[in-house]
């Protein structure tokens, strides 16, 4: 769905002139602050009943601007002075600082969006709003849950909830607030975090939710900007996170988890003795099956087994349509990173792995290897190299490090097979947890 100002944007000079010729003076001065004509599908609450609208969205996807625009659409009425839908309204951020700098006065904020019959006088002493019908906004900091005790309300705003300290106390006390008329409601913007709090309020009937990355409100963002967080972010798990509005989940338990992960980061790999690629083959090589696991691992093995260091250099999974398919991608991600051998797993297909990566390459270094333990029991020595902080992460491995954080000791809590884990898993083993092992064992001294 196109917004008028899309459609506007990409009409002729000679309709463009034709469309702005055709509306009253009235309508013309009107126009820059008729928010539907201008918003993006995102901005716009959707239809039917509900009580809460939750706005997902990246770093500069326009939240703001929404949150601000519908509280002008639920306290203004036709004309200045008539009442809208709500007369009492919360507006509540981490603290009053932020409430008053980007809900009220932001350059998106609430005053910003108002045409000057419409706009709301700020009293500061009383931190709030009062528009000319007699509505009122009350500013409130998350951070003083108890000041939300006793007031009531019709609508509220409520801004980038995800990162309150104080969170479900917050919002707790605002529910039992918000209560006067035949339906009082609220919107929430927030970029997402896995925070208890927003998943709760995801999963109620009476929500509803609307969802947009940062690339969606490009047109009023910096080109620079753009690129800067495109290079450093695209394809990490933050990045999915803070740009594409992503709700990334760890499952409860997990042998990995976001912070952890973001912690590993390296823009650039150092020097490397060894790199291997490892492949986690699909069952079966049809469209349904699995993805194959295809994952590039480097390890610097200088000094002692407790000196070395281990860095995920690339996931290059493919959905596998055949075995070919996986085997001219594993053959080509050697190629393109020096690798030294080529690990795969062969519980499933036997020979068959083996034999379908010579007919791409005879000469390949190959090494078969079977699963003796199940995968959780192979993942820990894996997990206790990243606690230990003796692995790495390269940007653009969102995909695996989502499956990560699904991992548990109880099992894989996402969709499907683990893939990417147990091709990483194996990369791992080969190039750090055997040859340790390998290490420690006594030498046998001959007579």
Not at 118 to 132: D, G, N, S
Not at 209 to 220: G, M, W
Not at 368 to 373: D, Q
Request: a neutral charge; aromatic letters at 6%.
């Amino acid at each position: 769905m196109r917004s008028g100002a899309d459609w506007l944007a990409c009409a002729t000079p000679p309709e463009q002139d034709a469309f702005l010729n055709g509306l009253s003076e009235g309508a013309l001065l009107a126009l820059p602050y008729l928010f539907e004509f201008w918003a993006l599908p995102h901005q716009l609450p959707p239809e039917g009943e509900w009580r809460t609208w939750v706005i997902l969205g990246g770093r500069g996807a326009g939240k703001t601007r929404a949150g601000a625009e519908w509280v002008r659409a639920e306290v203004e009425g036709s004309r200045p002075l008539d009442i809208g839908r709500s007369r009492r309204v919360a507006l509540v951020g981490e603290t009053i600082e932020q409430v008053r700098e980007v809900m009220v006065f932001g350059e998106s904020g609430i005053l910003a969006c108002s045409p000057p019959d419409r706009r709301p006088k700020w009293e500061a002493t009383r931190k709030r709003l009062v528009w000319p019908n007699g509505a009122v906004a009350q500013v409130f900091s998350a951070h003083e849950p108890e000041s939300l005790r006793g007031p009531q309300f019709d609508a509220a705003w409520v801004d980038e909830l995800a990162k309150w300290k104080r969170a479900e106390e917050a919002w707790d006390m605002l529910q039992f607030g918000l209560r006067l008329g035949p339906a009082p409601r609220q919107c929430v913007t927030t970029t997402p975090r896995n925070v208890p709090v927003l998943k709760t309020i995801l999963a109620n009937p009476s929500t509803v939710r609307t969802h947009a990355p940062t690339e969606a409100n490009r047109a009023y963002l910096a080109a620079s900007f753009l690129d800067e967080v495109r290079s450093r972010y695209a394809g990490s798990r933050l990045g999915r996170q803070e740009l594409d509005g992503v709700l990334l989940e760890d499952a409860e338990g997990a042998l990995w988890n976001s912070a952890g992960l973001e912690a590993t980061r390296l823009d650039k790999a150092p020097p490397l003795d060894r790199i291997v690629v490892a492949i986690d083959p699909p069952v079966t090589g049809t469209n349904a099956s699995d993805e194959c696991g295809i994952l590039v691992v480097g390890a610097r093995v200088q000094g002692t087994p407790q000196d070395w260091r281990a860095v995920v250099l690339e996931d290059a999974s493919v959905a596998a349509a055949s075995p070919t398919t996986w085997a001219e991608a594993a053959i080509a991600a050697m190629e393109r990173h020096g690798a030294e051998r080529l690990v795969a797993e062969v519980n499933q297909g036997g020979d068959m792995v083996e034999s379908v990566i010579r007919q791409i390459d005879p000469l390949v270094p190959f090494r078969a290897v079977r699963a003796a333990k199940g995968k959780v029991a192979r993942a820990e020595p894996v997990a206790a190299l990243y606690e230990q902080g003796r692995v790495a992460h390269l940007r653009g491995l969102g995909a695996l490090e989502d499956q990560m954080c699904r991992m548990t000791a109880q099992g894989y809590q996402g969709k499907g097979s683990p893939d990417r884990v147990d091709a990483l898993v194996w990369a791992l083993h080969e190039l750090m947890i055997e040859p340790a092992a390998r290490w420690r064992r006594p030498r046998v001294r001959g007579l």
